[in-house]
């Protein structure tokens, strides 16, 4: 004990810059993930479990399903918003993370493996195409 | 020499166990009824971390992260939590080493970037857990919130630091 003599123990200029710095960091990662998603609309919610998609829904139609995996996620897609309602994964993070809508957001419960995603349009969406 | 290594191991020991209990203590702080993100946590093990880094040295520390992470799994984490743990734990390890030796930040600064590059780390991990990017949607959010616990940390580290260093004087005198 005592090698202590290369460290200061007030805190300094140095940690201004430290600060600074994630909180800079934490506005360019923010700024660009939010210009590459979440600005557009979209209407499909993908299911990914172990990142594999399993299932498609359509976010314009009230559903109400549970995925197994470890543990169960009750998913509830409600008034064009898609959440976790109910889950008996530790911490229930995914739970906590509340509805999400537009195009690139996500829900994800890691102890489950599962991630929700919504994506673009659904086909079905499409009454018609004009060539 | 020979106290000297045997001093050096008890204290691995008692840090060892000291990082493990904390770790397990703080699940019981519910910071997520202030602050609802996944993977927030105070990271009070940290405050062992530093201590070995700035006690014992980098080897010493690491020596004791990787045990520590091993047990943390074996005692509930899993294989994905020590993934998680591990990466993030080395990661920040690495980064904290580095900024050490700066005399211009202090054990707040060093504090504050071992806790953003722990959740730096989770987030590589989750990417490769998930097979997918978008988790790092997360990251603003958990970066931001490591100011507050680095400082958090920090300010621990601190009053601990300055305790052991009059204590070990009045011990050495």
Redo the contacts between chains.
């Keep these: 004990m005592g090698k202590t003599k290369g460290m200061r123990l007030r805190f300094c200029i140095g940690d201004v810059l430290v600060i600074g710095f994630v909180v800079m960091l934490a506005i360019l990662i923010g700024v660009v993930f939010w210009i590459k998603t979440g600005t557009e609309e979209g209407n499909l919610v993908v299911v990914y479990r172990e990142g594999e998609k399993i299932r498609e829904l359509s976010l314009d139609k009230n559903t109400e399903i549970f995925i197994e995996n470890s543990y169960t996620n009750k998913l509830v897609v409600k008034d064009k918003k898609v959440a976790i309602v109910e889950s008996d994964c530790p911490g229930m993070d995914c739970v906590h993370s509340g509805w999400i809508s537009g195009k690139g957001r996500s829900l994800v419960c890691l102890p489950n493996r599962v991630e929700i995603r919504i994506e673009g349009e659904v086909d079905s969406e499409v009454d018609f195409i004009v060539r | 020499m020979k106290k000297n290594k045997v001093n050096q191991m008890t ?1 691995c020991a008692i840090l060892i166990s000291m990082a493990l209990v904390l770790s397990y203590m703080e699940r019981f702080i519910p910071l ?1 009824m202030f602050i ?4 927030i946590k105070l990271g009070l093990a940290n405050v062992v971390t530093l201590m070995a880094l ?2 014992l ?1 980098t080897k010493s520390a690491f020596t004791i992260l990787i045990i520590r992470c091993v047990l943390g799994a074996v005692f509930g984490g899993g294989i ?1 939590g020590l993934a998680f743990s591990l990466t993030g734990g080395i990661l920040a390890m690495s980064v904290m080493c580095i ?11 060093v504090s ?2 071992g806790a ?1 590059f722990h959740n730096i780390g989770q987030i590589l991990v ?1 990417i490769f ?4 990017v ?8 958990l ?2 919130v ?2 507050f616990t680095g400082m958090a940390t920090g300010s621990i580290c ?1 009053g601990v ?2 305790i ?2 009059t204590n ?2 009045i011990i ?1 005198n």
């Excluded at chain 2, 900024?99 to 600064?109: A, I, L, T």
């Excluded at chain 2, 857990?129 to 997918?132: K, L, N």
């Design positions: 204290l997520q609802p993100l996944p993977g700035f006690f040295g994905s900024f050490k030796q700066n005399r211009r930040v202090s054990v707040f600064g504050i970037l953003a989750a857990m998930m097979g997918s978008y988790v790092i949607g997360y990251l603003p959010y970066l931001l490591s100011v601190a630091f300055r052991l260093k070990t004087q050495q």
